[in-house]
């Protein structure tokens, strides 16, 4: 694999976090599941990828999200936001919200519609990610700061609109592999001095969850027990409101497809995506796949209603893209003072990246989970594919 070298401090970073993995797997008489395995690589206090100081997103980092890409993402998805605040308290909680863009582009959309948020709870793991969020904000949006309120975990009740772009896929992951027998797990253990896979007899829960599968032989893939129970604990907490996920990911159907035999497991290195999830532990991203159906089940299982699944495109078609980008585009609207043909290749470029079945338009769903709320949702009015989960 031809994948730039770190700097040598960041090498040293790798190292100290390939230390506490390997205190934890001999704790663990040498061998970690896969499921922790990711979790200390990603979230390790002080040292995983999330927890720790490297740039991880935008074009100096490892991987562009959509908000990262562009605010017209953020300003489509405050159109649906703002109509749920009709009839919603007016208060949003953003998961992982990274660098913070996502959060700044719908605080300004929304003051713009006349419907900013009382209150913008983030839910951040990652004390780094948080300065970074808080610094964005106090750009972009210092009249606002005051209302965003960063949390550690899920409060314990909560009413209004959740958002989560791009969170499930970074939840860690069981994978496993099926052998001529039997459903075996996927662990990690050091091989050659290295960390390398090694499989075991699956515990019952990932046996019972992958056997009705009735998948073949050689057949290798993942399940997100972590994205489950963090819908359940979402469920618990959803007195009255929407939460919004916006991930990459199928149906089961097609998370499990007889020919995706090798998974959906995937890395970022300085925009070079691969499959190695042992390369400079704490330096580069690891992800999956979303199963969508998953996470409607985990959600209907605790009393959460599935409201809308549709994909990224038509989620932003139903919304309003191209009233958006008429609006950015007219030179008499406030605050556009760029150049009309700057402004109208920067937009169309990333409108075309958030809808083009080759970018992200198709890949990316949304899927919308809702309690004690009975409207149609402005995202999924037409091309809604619930049906399909
Ligand atoms: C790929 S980044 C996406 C960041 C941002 N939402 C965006 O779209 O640019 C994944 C984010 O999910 C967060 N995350 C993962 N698991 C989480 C959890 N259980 N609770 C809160 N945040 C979580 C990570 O800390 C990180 O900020």
Redesign the pocket.
């Known amino acids: 694999m031809n994948l730039p070298q770190p700097t040598a401090d960041a090498l040293a970073h790798s190292l100290r976090l390939n230390q506490l993995i390997r205190t934890a797997m001999e704790a663990a008489g040498g061998w970690l599941p896969f499921s922790t395995y990711m979790e200390l690589a ?2 390790a206090p002080g040292l995983g990828y ?1 927890s720790a100081g490297a740039r ?2 935008g074009p100096e980092g490892d ?1 562009v ?4 890409m562009s605010p017209l993402f953020g300003k489509v998805l405050a159109r649906q936001v703002s109509a749920l605040f009709e009839s919603l308290p007016r208060i949003l909680l ?6 913070g ?2 959060a700044a582009s719908l605080l300004e959309e929304l003051q713009a519609l006349g419907t900013p948020p009382d209150q913008y709870f983030i ?4 004390a780094d ?1 948080r300065q970074r969020e808080r610094d964005t904000l106090a750009a972009r949006v210092p009249h606002l700061l005051d209302r965003v309120i960063w949390l550690s975990e899920l409060p314990h009740t909560f009413s209004g609109v959740v958002i ?4 499930l ?3 860690p992951i069981e994978v496993f592999r099926i052998t001529d027998h039997e459903v075996e797990q996927a662990g990690v253990a050091i091989t050659e001095e290295a960390f390398g896979w090694s499989f075991r007899n699956a515990p019952d829960t990932l046996a019972g969850t992958v056997t009705p599968l009735g998948l073949a032989p050689g057949y290798r893939s993942e399940v997100s027990f ?1 994205a489950s129970a ?1 819908i359940a604990s979402l469920a618990k907490s959803m007195d009255k409101g929407v939460a919004l996920f916006i991930d990459y990911g199928f149906p089961s159907h097609e998370y499990y497809h007889p020919q995706r035999t090798t998974g959906t497991l995937m890395c970022h290195y300085r925009h070079r995506a691969h499959a190695n999830p042992f390369f400079l532990p704490g330096l580069q ?1 690891i ?1 999956a796949h979303v199963d969508f159906s998953a996470i409607a089940r985990a959600a209907s299982d605790n009393g959460l209603d599935i409201l809308g699944y549709t994909t990224q495109a038509q989620f932003l078609i139903n919304s309003g893209i191209t009233d958006v980008l008429a609006d950015v585009l007219n030179p008499r609207a406030a605050g556009n003072t760029a150049a009309p043909t700057s402004a109208y290749l920067s937009l169309t470029n990333s409108a075309q990246r958030l809808l083009s079945p080759a970018e992200m338009g198709e890949l990316f769903k949304i899927i919308a989970l809702g309690h004690h709320v009975e409207l149609p949702l402005l995202g999924f009015a037409s091309g809604d594919k619930t049906h399909t989960l």
């Open positions: 990603l979230y999330y991880k997103l991987f999200t959509a908000p990262e953003e998961i992982g919200a990274g660098s863009a996502l839910l951040e793991l990652s990610l989560g772009n791009e969170v896929d970074a939840m972590a963090f991203d992800t």
